[in-house]
């Protein structure tokens, strides 16, 4: 499977083939959230959405049980083949964001999932984000947490109050704003259109929500 070989600080090398999404800004804030984190020998993970594995192994390196999902049979694949390279142990399986974990329990949930708004993948960029915070309670052992990234274009009350409302209290630990990725720059005028950037905009904010299941 051809494709590039990235470089990130404090993440090793990724293997990124083309068509598998890899660590951007995002990724990267998600990353440093993930850090401030008890993670160790013993912690369940789950890295929902992982693309190239960067998280996973992130987790991993730190002596986390991790199971990673994709949808895609390529992203799983890169995300098998990141881990052999890294020396890490990591589950990656393909399927439809949580169903393969159902009846599992983590101590952690990470995801950054699909956000940016789009004509034909959720308008209004929740599409996977209200699914997430639908299901990921059921998920959580006592005292875990749940690590969301997405951008303020979707509604950040939105996600927390979702969250509040599945029995998972929720808060923004960091923000970020940063230059428009590739995903959001393909689709600057579409979000022009609707009214949801202004013209001038080159940077969005970036959002670490947590949210936790009661001990």
């Known amino acids: 499977m051809p494709g590039l070989i990235g470089t990130y600080d404090k993440g090793g090398r990724v293997m990124l083939p083309r068509g598998v999404y890899g660590p951007q800004e995002d990724t990267l804030?998600?990353?440093d959230a993930l850090e401030q984190e008890t993670v160790g020998p013993g912690t369940a993970v789950l890295d929902v959405g992982t693309g190239s594995g960067f998280l996973a192994l992130a987790a991993a390196r730190r002596g986390a049980?991790?199971?990673?999902?994709?949808?895609?049979?390529?992203?799983?694949?890169?995300?098998?083949?990141n881990a052999v390279?890294?020396?890490?142990?990591?589950?990656a399986v393909r399927g439809d964001l949580l169903a393969p974990a159902v009846g599992r329990r983590f101590h952690l949930i990470l995801s950054n999932p699909p956000y940016v708004p789009a004509p034909d993948a959720g308008r209004d960029g929740r599409l996977i984000i209200d699914r997430l915070c639908d299901g990921a309670a059921d998920l959580l052992r006592p005292g875990g947490a749940l690590l969301l990234v997405h951008s303020a274009l979707c509604g950040v009350p939105a996600t927390l109050d979702m969250l509040e409302r599945a029995g998972l209290p929720a808060g923004v630990t960091?923000?970020?704003?940063v230059p428009f990725g590739p995903v959001l720059a393909s689709r600057r005028q579409w979000l022009?259109?609707?009214?949801?950037?202004?013209?001038?905009?080159d940077?969005?904010?970036?959002?670490?929500?947590?949210a936790e299941r009661a001990a």
């Not at 960091?174 to 704003?177: A, D, K, M, W």
């Not at 940077?203 to 947590?210: A, D, N, Q, T």
């Open 85 to 91: 390279l890294a020396g890490l142990s990591v589950e």
């Open 174 to 177: 960091y923000r970020r704003s």
């Open 29 to 31: 804030l998600l990353r």
């Open 65 to 81: 049980r991790v199971t990673a999902v994709d949808r895609t049979r390529r992203a799983v694949l890169t995300t098998r083949v």
């Open 192 to 201: 022009l259109d609707r009214g949801l950037i202004a013209p001038g905009d």
């Open 203 to 210: 940077k969005e904010e970036l959002v670490i929500i947590r």
